[in-house]
């Protein structure tokens, strides 16, 4: 299937950032740095560079945040600009968010770009203030203005292969999903892959949990909520655990590891990312989003001088959601990958309509 070409891959972690506590939470102190070796105008006439707000978890989950902070170092690197990563704070309000992305505007970086849905409310406060800059936001389609990018991704797409994966890798007819937050957007994970379980066999059981409600409660940073759950579904005889919930996801991988059953990342390649290589014999696979492609395209769209606004959606056909092929045992599987395969085409060719809820 080839997907993993098709997504961005960049070293992370070529060197320790220097975090610099701010109102705002931590932030990198690159940008400064870079800023002041090229001469760079500080000046909000003249763009810093990429200015990126993380999500909850922040970087390090080796999922959703550390792909966004891929596309942020790619554009960085190849267009020679300027940058500030912003991390959250545990329990932040949108006031804390309003702060965060009107500080990296009044710094004068462009494009702002919001990781996660959680930043709808803040952007749609800071945007309008300054109509000179491009706001982007990942994973919400509700925020709308003519300076402002929505980059949202058909996320069901590749958990329905998941789903088919799953499916052919069980061996007691018995899988799980884990989501970190019960909203819309988790939602499309596990309606997307219960519908790829189903297509290869109804019978199969499906075991479902969200972590918490709300995603202050740490449904998208806690890996002890995250093995607590795994255990609970291993225990109930599940065999392949997928789990759509950040930073939380890594505690899924390590309980399914320790069992010696298979679990499925999310967003990144987590079979590749070095903190958890001492799992990846049992990541089978990992539901892709380009994130980092996302970013970079807008940055690219800006440093062009024609920055791209509404919405733009991602999906299997453009080659920015999928499945990662990097554990050679999925590949030794030709069973389950002609199956993936097949299912891949039919979707891309819209023979199936994978369910979003």
């Not at 500080?103 to 849905?117: E, T």
Request: aromatic share 8%; proline share 3%.
């Amino acid at each position: 299937m080839g997907h993993k070409s098709r997504f961005t891959r960049v070293a992370v972690g070529v060197a320790a950032l220097a975090l610099a506590a701010t109102a705002c939470g931590k932030t990198s102190g690159e940008a400064e740095k870079d800023d002041a070796k090229k001469g760079g105008d500080s000046s909000a006439s003249a763009s810093k560079g990429i200015g990126l707000a993380y999500d909850v978890g922040g970087r390090g989950d080796q999922s959703f945040n550390d792909a966004a902070y891929s596309g942020f170092e790619k554009a960085r690197k190849e267009f020679k600009l300027g940058g500030q990563a912003v991390e959250p704070q545990d329990g932040e309000s949108d006031a804390d968010k309003v702060a965060r992305l009107t500080q990296l505007a009044k710094s004068g970086y462009n494009p702002i770009i919001g990781v996660g849905f959680a930043y709808a409310p803040a952007l749609k406060e800071v945007a309008p203030k300054y109509p000179k800059l491009t706001f982007g936001i990942v994973d919400d389609d509700t925020v709308k203005g003519d300076n402002v990018a929505d980059l949202v991704f058909h996320e069901e797409q590749g958990s329905y292969l998941a789903g088919v994966a799953a499916a052919k890798a069980t061996k007691k007819k018995h899988v799980g999903f884990i989501g970190g937050v019960d909203v819309p957007l988790i939602h499309k994970f596990g309606a997307g892959f219960k519908a790829g379980v189903a297509s290869v066999d109804p019978k199969i059981e499906v075991e479902e949990q969200y972590l918490t409600e709300k995603a202050e409660d740490g449904g998208f940073s806690s890996p002890n909520l995250g093995k607590e759950a795994a255990k609970g579904q291993l225990d109930k005889g599940a065999d392949v655990l997928y789990a759509a919930a950040g930073l939380s996801g890594q505690g899924v991988i390590e309980e399914a590891a320790a069992a010696k059953k298979w679990a499925i990342g999310v967003d990144s390649d987590q079979y590749d990312q070095k903190p958890l290589a001492k799992y990846r014999k049992y990541i089978l696979t990992s539901v892709l989003k380009d994130v980092g492609g996302a970013v970079y395209d807008l940055t690219k769209s800006v440093v062009d001088g024609s920055p791209k606004t509404g919405e733009t959606r991602f999906d299997l056909a453009s080659g920015r959601v999928g499945l990662s092929e990097s554990n050679p045992a999925y590949g030794k599987m030709t069973e389950l990958t002609a199956a993936v395969e097949k299912a891949e085409a039919d979707i891309k060719a819209g023979k199936i309509d994978v369910p979003t809820s």
